[in-house]
């Protein structure tokens, strides 16, 4: 059955639009399952039914046309239900709704599944026989298995034919993703493919076939150059036999296999990618389903040189285009290399497929004040390339091809926003005391984006977290022990007096280097942080002495050690930086070196219980709410698949933070947080109100949060979160933090444009 199932998901994978799609389907799984019917329903959530899609045994004239209601018959039971009916008398049963116009009253045999996305009801499956009988667990199991491989398929499907229909009626389409940076953009799509797939293609026709042979023809050629060149590289290190691969490359790139197939494809009148992407899918099947091994594999060389020569057509149109000066960037997974090579003032906002709002490159947007939406629906990104934008990052809203009157409208919104902001500036250079006189350090986390913050450091209290692993990922190799003493000195200077604590290399997990990677199963829980620093002393060492270098005659540095989960860690890691200072003494005699007082993050949950250890062996500890929460929580910060479960609101975090306060302050030591919650007004008061006296965050919210903590009381704020830490519920207590927020007059901060 395996062979069977990926069969029909791949045809359905491939068909042109949503209705063939589903032809397609009910045809497949009614012969694969030697039923008498096979149907698929669509759950219309603005009317509340179910309308038929397509059949294979019903009345086909009712596709399209027949609906039955959510609570109706039993299409609508397994929707209520979620779970399969597998019945052999279907008018039988009390819920069984008798519909003439289907055409099914022949029919005893039942059995259905649900079509479930994202917690989502998306629709329902049926398959039916005349005879009279109960489907085998065999065949119940297959169904159900391929509503679960088709769920995410379908409902991308479904989407694109509503996104196909709407831009012919010049409507507006909206995709929901999950807020990552406030803010609203107004702009032009530019779309990035940093790993193309032909699943990332669109059909499209173009009546210009010449142009299109153009296109395709220049592709070809550049993709036979890059065979050439390989096969040189390559001719002196692997024997001629292994070469000859490069020849059968380049016999299928020839006119009579592959060229011949596109351009019948190009006659038809698709565009060249469309009808590369046609002609390399159907190859891929024909081999797939071969039964010699050998050619079977032949899939995977079919594949690569589709994926090459669709590579060179797409950077040839990509070659001619610019950023526009008001981009909205997309891309399957945003990276903090693509925000970069944005023009300066040119990004207007930020969407990602995949990633999470706590990746680094969500930060990062955060840090910019970039508007961003992180894990929204995936699609075929070129679809939406040079479309016109809105992207309410509030709600978590990217609206395509917006209506004038809609871009009015979040125009004035914008405007406001900004209007607030300038709220904020006013008093960006006051001090952030509270109404009863608790004074609040706040600080920056930097690194990420060092001109910006720099030129913003009177603005701040110093430096919380510094992430030097930020300057590594943009060097080609590892940088020398002088080349980042002269980078941390230029940081350390330019914040002079005031502190900056130095987070050691903290690599691993979605933090890569180019020339240093490695892959695991599970990078969040395998080789990062410190224990990549205590398996590679030379480089740990190296740091730490460029550190100590950078510090003399300053004396503002402060270093920290990031993923400490135990005490062995923090001993190695004391022991080698007691090991620099020696060395530096013995090489600097006439030089005064400063020890620098040296902390831990505390962000693996077994730190949380060794405060006391702490207290006798480091000067101080720094939370990280981020990797904290995604540890206490079991969740993965970077998958979108489980993002709506990652929230540092969750009372067990919310208790985690107050536990470690109050073990901080019994054992009298300093302690701060540098996670994103103390970016937020909500976060900073339940913070403060534990006892959190310095917070660190990104430059765009310490104006916003300065705003905030003068206008409270402390006194206010723990009440707040003793009724905060009562809930069970995450959604329970930002309800109370925004009515809190609310009552004291500042609801302008919760404007959500509708």
């Known amino acids: 059955m395996l062979a069977t199932l990926r069969a029909i998901v791949e045809s359905v994978s491939r068909q042109a639009n949503l209705d063939s799609a589903l032809v397609c389907f009910v045809q497949m799984v009614k012969d694969a399952m030697k039923t008498q019917c096979c149907s698929i329903y669509f759950a219309d959530y603005s009317q509340d039914n179910f309308i038929l899609m397509a059949t294979e045994g019903l009345n086909p004239d009712a596709v399209g046309k027949f609906r039955i209601g959510f609570t109706e018959g039993l299409v609508g039971l397994v929707a209520q239900r979620e779970e399969p009916i597998n019945i052999a008398f279907a008018k039988s049963h009390p819920r069984f709704k008798l519909s003439p116009e289907v055409n099914e009253e022949g029919y005893n045999a039942f059995l259905s599944v649900p079509v479930v996305h994202q917690k989502k009801v998306l629709g329902v499956i049926v398959v039916q026989q005349k005879v009279a009988r109960v489907f085998s667990q065999d065949e119940e199991s297959f169904l159900i298995t391929l509503s679960a491989q088709l769920a995410s398929q379908l409902a991308h499907a479904e989407i694109k034919e509503v996104l196909r229909q709407e831009e012919s009626s010049h409507q507006t389409s909206v995709l929901k993703g999950v807020s990552s940076a406030p803010g609203i953009g107004i702009g032009q799509a530019f779309v990035l493919l940093p790993k193309l797939d032909f699943k990332s293609i669109e059909l499209q026709k173009n009546s210009d076939v010449v142009e299109q042979q153009r296109l395709f023809t220049q592709a070809v050629a550049a993709?036979?150059?890059?065979?050439?060149?390989?096969?040189?590289?390559?001719?002196?290190?692997?024997?001629?036999?292994?070469?000859?691969?490069?020849?059968?490359?380049?016999?299928?790139?020839?006119?009579?296999?592959?060229?011949?197939?596109?351009?019948?494809?190009?006659?038809?009148?698709?565009?060249?990618?469309?009808?590369?992407?046609?002609?390399?899918?159907?190859?891929?099947?024909?081999?797939?389903?071969?039964?010699?091994?050998?050619?079977?594999?032949?899939?995977?060389?079919?594949?690569?040189?589709?994926?090459?020569?669709?590579?060179?057509?797409?950077?040839?149109?990509?070659?001619?285009?610019?950023?526009?000066?008001n981009t909205i960037l997309i891309a399957s997974t945003v990276t903090p290399?693509?925000?970069?090579?944005?023009?300066?003032?040119?990004l207007s906002g930020v969407v990602s497929v995949s990633g999470s709002v706590n990746s680094h490159a969500s930060i990062l947007t955060r840090a910019m004040g970039i508007p961003a939406i992180w894990g929204i629906e995936?699609?075929?990104?070129?679809?939406?390339?040079?479309?016109?934008?809105?992207?309410?990052?509030?709600?978590?809203?990217l609206y395509i091809s917006p209506s004038q009157m809609l871009v009015d409208e979040y125009t004035r919104l914008q405007y406001q926003d900004s209007l607030l902001n300038n709220r904020f500036l006013k008093e960006q250079y006051s001090e952030a005391v509270t109404l009863d006189g608790k004074h609040i350090s706040l600080r920056l986390n930097a690194g990420l984006e060092l001109n910006t913050e720099q030129s913003s450091v009177d603005v701040c209290d110093g430096v919380g977290l510094y992430r030097t692993e930020a300057w590594f990922m943009q060097k080609g190799q590892f940088p020398s022990q002088l080349e980042q003493e002269n980078w941390y000195r230029e940081v350390l200077t330019s914040y002079y007096p005031k502190p900056v604590v130095m987070r050691t290399l903290d690599i691993g997990g979605d933090k890569v280097l180019d020339y240093f990677n490695f892959t695991e199963e599970n990078p969040f829980l395998g080789w990062r942080g410190i224990r990549i620093s205590l398996d590679h002393p030379e480089l740990f060492l190296d740091q730490l002495k460029a550190m100590l270098k950078a510090n003399m005659g300053l004396g503002n540095l402060k270093i920290m050690l990031p993923m400490i989960s135990g005490t062995e860690e923090v001993d190695e890691s004391l022991a080698l930086f007691e090991q620099a200072y020696f060395e530096l003494s013995e090489k600097y005699p006439a030089q005064v070196i400063e020890k620098p007082a040296v902390g831990i993050m505390l962000e693996v949950p077994s730190s949380l219980f060794m405060i006391p250890e702490w207290s006798k062996k480091v000067d101080f500890c720094s939370v990280g709410s981020n990797d904290l929460t995604q540890y206490l929580l079991a969740v993965d910060r970077s998958n979108a698949r489980v993002a709506q479960l990652f929230n540092p609101y969750h009372p067990a975090v919310l208790r985690a933070l107050k536990q470690i306060a109050s073990d901080c302050e019994y054992h009298q030591m300093p302690f701060s947080l540098c996670g994103e919650l103390g970016g937020d007004p909500e976060g900073a008061i339940l913070l403060i109100a534990m006892g959190y006296r310095r917070l660190s965050m990104n430059l765009s919210s310490l104006n916003k949060v300065r705003w905030v903590v003068r206008r409270l009381n402390a006194s206010d704020m723990k009440t707040l979160l003793a009724a905060c830490l009562a809930q069970s519920s995450a959604k329970q207590v930002l309800r109370l933090t925004r009515n809190f927020m609310i009552e004291h007059g500042l609801g302008d901060l919760f404007y959500t444009p509708k």
């Open 223 to 325: 993709t036979r150059k890059e065979f050439n060149t390989l096969s040189m590289t390559l001719s002196d290190s692997i024997p001629q036999e292994a070469l000859a691969v490069f020849d059968v490359y380049q016999q299928l790139l020839d006119a009579k296999s592959l060229g011949h197939n596109v351009e019948i494809q190009l006659q038809q009148g698709w565009c060249a990618k469309s009808a590369l992407k046609i002609v390399i899918e159907r190859l891929i099947s024909q081999f797939n389903a071969m039964q010699d091994p050998y050619i079977k594999e032949r899939a995977v060389d079919v594949k690569d040189i589709g994926l090459r020569v669709l590579h060179h057509l797409v950077n040839t149109e990509r070659a001619v285009k610019d950023y526009p000066s």
């Open 337 to 346: 290399a693509m925000l970069a090579e944005v023009p300066k003032g040119c």
């Open 378 to 397: 995936d699609l075929p990104l070129l679809q939406f390339n040079g479309k016109t934008m809105i992207l309410d990052a509030f709600a978590g809203r």
